[in-house]
């Protein structure tokens, strides 16, 4: 066996789930829990139980790394709890006045991480160019006048030039001394109003990710692993945990993410349709290239519009604790006890599924009074899917469909517009194994001429590869094995000169450790 062992851990909204792998991305263990009230608990149940699952004992004492997948960062936002306070700067004045910072976002989530906001001179414009120099003066008097937690910072296109933000960054430690900045070229992509809001996301997170870093540390503490621990991104690309308490708001979307990944590894499919079925829901996406299809729609979070890269992921409401009759309603992690094949009394698609011959599930036989209700609910639950895969197609219908998570029996052998049906080994914990064989990631976004010149255009292009291969690197990739997985050049319109959009991103394995 090889010397060294490591757990992934996906924090889902009915199950937390882990395994572990060994060098050679064998499932040693596997074990699905269900998600506690509070997330941390059944963060440390999942590890236990996983840990007990092994088949010899003491191979926990080879487990060198953990990668965690959590809802942490998502339930503090929608909730509204446990958010840091933030000083917004935005270096835009005099072209970005009309519009102040956080005006769009709901009144609560604004009164919660608000601690204040202004506009100063500054910015650039597309192609480069300073709008208006920085006012360095305003930039201090807001520092040193607005208390707060973090500090994030904003400035008008600077995705094509970072030097303002990086100055004021510089100022305010100056200034105050180290408090968190977040900086918003390096977060978000081009869009002033979205980026602005992922930044101000970011740092008021702050908080949130170093509470989940202790309780993820003590739970390893107390079962005696001194390991390296990674958080899962929302792109399925890991990063270390001192890049994670930076960037802590990239860690949402992580778990459709997880999905994706580890439908590709277990399927050893690269292009396909991944259908994730929960107990509550059912989470479509597309794999290309073994990584997940990214959105190219502004993204939503607790009701606030931002614009880092999220997977492309069609949810609808079918799970294996959705109720019969009562859609959309699932009774979620109850289902152990309220399925009619669980004993309870509630009709439920797992049961409708059962009663089907799709699965077996628990110890208690469908009532016959069911079964024709049942039926008929199934036979909307497979058009609702067949419907849903066409909408993610787009067209092709010679990807197959993978079909992963506990609630994967539920759909049929066969579904119009995937060429076949696959289902891997291990499809119930595909989350966790996404976490667990992630590779370490970095990517840049800015722009850059798309004439005059060739060697300096190249040049440019050049620069921005090296800098997506550090933040890999940052991340916690292995500098020697870093590659460039994705490079995109979009036509920007309405400019004097012609002008593209670069999104490069770079991914590659993590070292690999001695025993």
């Given amino acids: 066996m090889s010397s ?5 851990i996906d924090v889902g909204g009915t199950n937390t789930d882990a395994v572990v792998l060994d060098d050679d991305d064998r499932v040693l263990a596997t074990t699905k829990r269900p998600t506690s009230a509070d997330v941390t608990e059944g963060l440390r149940a999942a590890l236990d139980a996983v840990l007990a699952e092994l088949p010899e004992p003491g191979l926990e004492k080879r487990v060198r790394r953990v990668m965690l997948g959590t809802t942490h960062a998502t339930n503090a936002i929608l909730e509204r709890r446990a958010l840091g306070r933030v000083a917004v700067l935005r270096l835009g004045a005099p072209a970005t006045t009309s519009v102040p910072p956080l005006s769009e976002w709901p009144d609560d989530l604004r009164d919660t991480v608000a601690a204040g906001t202004a506009i100063v001179r500054g910015g650039y414009f597309v192609d480069g160019r300073e709008i208006a ?7 201090r008097r807001f520092a040193a006048t607005t208390p707060a937690d973090a500090i994030a910072v904003t400035g008008v296109f600077s995705p094509a030039s970072a030097d303002q933000e990086n100055e004021v960054a510089e100022i305010i430690r100056a200034e105050i001394g180290d408090v968190p900045i977040s900086l918003s070229h390096e977060i978000g992509s081009l869009g002033l109003l979205e980026r602005e809001n992922a930044t101000v996301l970011n740092a008021a997170l702050y908080g949130v990710a170093r509470d989940v870093t202790a309780a ?18 929302n792109d399925g690309t890991l990063m270390a945990v001192d890049y994670a308490a930076r960037y802590p708001v990239l860690t949402i979307g992580s778990g459709p993410a997880n999905s994706l990944r580890g439908a590709a590894y277990l399927s050893g499919v690269t292009d396909a349709i991944v259908a994730d079925v929960g107990g509550t829901s059912t989470d479509l996406g597309v794999l290309v290239g073994g990584f997940p299809r990214e959105s190219a729609a502004a993204v939503e979070i607790g009701g606030v519009a931002t614009n880092f890269r999220m997977p492309d992921i069609l949810s609808i409401a079918l799970g294996g604790g959705t109720i019969v009759g009562a859609e959309p309603r699932s009774v979620g992690y109850r289902i152990a006890r309220e399925a009619l094949v669980f004993g309870g009394s509630t009709p439920t698609m797992t049961d409708a599924a059962v009663a089907a011959g799709r699965g077996v599930v628990g110890a208690k036989p469908v009532p016959e009074e069911w079964r024709e209700r049942l039926a008929a609910a199934l036979r909307r639950a497979d058009e609702a899917v067949a419907d849903a895969v066409d909408r993610v197609a787009l067209g092709r219908a010679d990807r197959p469909l993978v079909a992963v998570g ?3 029996f539920i759909l049929p052998g066969q579904v119009a517009g995937a060429r076949e049906v696959i289902r891997p080994a291990h499809a119930e914990v595909a989350n966790a194994v ?4 992630a590779l370490a990631g970095g990517r840049l976004e800015t722009i850059v001429p798309a004439s005059g010149d060739g060697s300096s255009r190249a040049r440019l292009i050049d620069n921005a590869k090296e800098e997506a291969a550090a933040r890999a690197v940052a991340a916690g990739a292995d500098p020697a094995s870093v590659q460039i997985v994705e490079l995109s050049e979009i036509p920007l ?8 959009r670069l999104h490069v991103k770079a991914a590659g394995p993590l070292a690999r450790q001695a025993g």
């Fill in 4 to 8: 060294t062992l490591r757990v992934g």
């Fill in 216 to 233: 993820l540390h003590q739970a390893l503490a107390a079962r005696g692993l001194d390991v390296e621990t990674y958080f899962a991104q």
């Fill in 133 to 139: 120099p920085l006012d360095v003066d305003a930039v």
């Fill in 406 to 408: 506990g609630g994967a």
């Fill in 493 to 500: 319109s309405y400019l004097p000169e012609p002008a593209v």
């Fill in 434 to 437: 996404g976490a667990a064989i």
